[in-house]
């Protein structure tokens, strides 16, 4: 998704000479081309997270239009609030693209994981909350960010992420991207844990349960539509995140039903539990550690569906 990210800003500043890219002195290797090409509208502030989001604040209230590229666990608790007064408060239209989100610095420890910038990003208001899966869904958020001109953050992973859709993703991005359709359960995922859950809708339809798969890209705000739509028609109902289960993506869909009194027979939030990730390892350990690999989300799923039989 970096790649995407280079390649759709640098299109975007050939449309529009407003469009800017700030950094957080990351993002080496995959910058260089912009800085070649467009040169004084490239901005590497350094490793200074709260003068890095008021700089891109400063450039929105004079006109441009920045996207502000840094590490997530960073930029988000370094940043916060500045991110709430001088980008939220004054409405500019910032674009944070936040690198990292969940284990993708896994090896690295609970400084570098990015565990609660969703819930975060989701108690500011005036702010757009993205999370795409893949390449595709990249895109198809930088372009409706840009296009909405509001504040806006976005979460990305680190690596190279597999592409997921088979082809494009239509901008904007307002609704939830159907990937399956079944009748027994509904798996509700974003970002880039989107890939296991793939892998879960087809091992729980090996074993005989009918699967709706969506991939959730915009968790603020949130399909309510297809939320409900799926609380409806499903007996169980789940979410998947990289992220802890305090207000991410699960929380809103529980904070939805609860309110329009409308919770299926099983309804769980597969995240990070209450804690800090205290074991070192890759994104793939630390994702089976905490039970969300496809094998044993999937197992507990299962039982979870069948309970309810």
Known sequence: ????????????????????????????????????????????????????VSFAAGLAAAGMKPFAYNVVSFMTLRGAEQIMLDVCYQENPVIL??????????????????LQDVAMMRAFPNLDVYCPADPAEMEAVMLTAYRRQRPAYIRIGRSVDAPIHAGGVEAPVERAIPLARGTDAAILACGTILREAVQVQKLLEERGCSVTLYSMPRVRPLDEETVLACAGRHRAVFTMEEHGVTGGLGSAVAELLAERRQCPAVFHRYGVPDSFAMVTGSRDYQLDYFGLSPQKAAEDMWKRWESAL
């Open 1 to 52: 998704m970096r790649s995407t990210f280079v390649q759709t800003i640098s299109r975007l500043a050939r449309e529009d000479s407003k469009v800017m890219l700030v950094i957080g002195d990351t993002g080496f290797s995959v910058m260089e081309p912009f800085e070649a090409e467009f040169g004084p509208r490239f901005v590497n502030v350094g490793i200074a997270e709260q003068s890095f």
């Open 97 to 114: 693209v936040g690198v990292g989100g969940g284990f993708a610095y896994g090896p690295a420890g609970p400084t570098h994981h990015a």
